[in-house]
T-cell receptor
């Protein structure tokens, strides 16, 4: 079973920051938080991952709370091409356990 | 580098038949994982191969099997197809040395069982 809880859907205006929350209250100390997204009919695309510290790359930022029970993915300037389903995953070795994800709709 | 490639992209079969799907990982990647995606169950892990050995397995019946060749290419096979096997089958590759390597997904094979 997925170990994460995400809102089913979210909207965001183009050019604004998109903040996608994720709850993972049962996460263990050695489990990483991964984010992937899936644009319609394509394979999932890796975005970012982290263990304890906040992380940033060219696509997004990942903010993990101090108790590690929740995290937020931030897309700083959302574009129409960011419309996708975003999956928050608590990773157990090589097995990615996907939940139902958040469907992000970016509108003009 | 070329990405993960999967063949065929689309496939139509009838109940009771068997099917073989192919995945070519990114050059240099030694780990290949397979996932099934359906509207009802979402994305589910099938199995993972590393250096020709199955390293991890999901909760699927024995009709689902796979293998990996010495060049890291992988195939998965589904025997005695059922209507419920209609799905998008995704392959992902990673370098494999670490359990936490990023996985790169292919475009998938869409299987329809009639």
């Amino acid at each position: 079973d997925a170990k994460t809880t995400q809102p089913t859907s979210m909207d965001c205006a183009e050019g604004r920051a998109a903040n996608l929350p994720c709850n993972h209250s049962t996460i263990s100390g050695n489990e990483y938080v991964y984010w992937y997204r899936q644009i319609h009919s394509q394979g999932p695309q890796y975005i970012i991952h982290g263990l304890k510290n906040n992380e940033t790359n060219e696509m997004a930022s990942l903010i993990i709370t101090e108790d590690r029970k929740s995290s937020t993915l931030i897309l700083p300037h959302a574009t129409l091409r960011d419309t996708a389903v975003y999956y928050c995953i608590v990773r157990v070795t090589d097995k990615l356990i996907f939940g139902t994800g958040t469907r992000l709709q970016v509108f003009p | 580098k070329a990405g993960v490639t999967q063949t065929p992209r689309y496939l139509i079969k009838t109940r009771g038949q068997q099917v073989t799907l192919s995945c070519s990982p990114i050059s240099g990647h030694r780990s290949v994982s397979w996932y099934q995606q359906t509207p009802g169950q979402g994305l589910q892990f099938l199995f993972e191969y590393f250096s020709e050995t199955q390293r991890n397995k999901g909760n699927f019946p024995g009709r689902f099997s796979g293998r990996q060749f010495s060049n890291s290419r992988s195939e998965m096979n589904v025997s005695t197809l059922e209507l419920g096997d209609s799905a998008l089958y995704l392959c992902a590759s990673s370098p494999g040395e670490s359990s936490y390597n990023e996985q790169f997904f292919g475009p998938g094979t869409r299987l329809t069982v009639l």
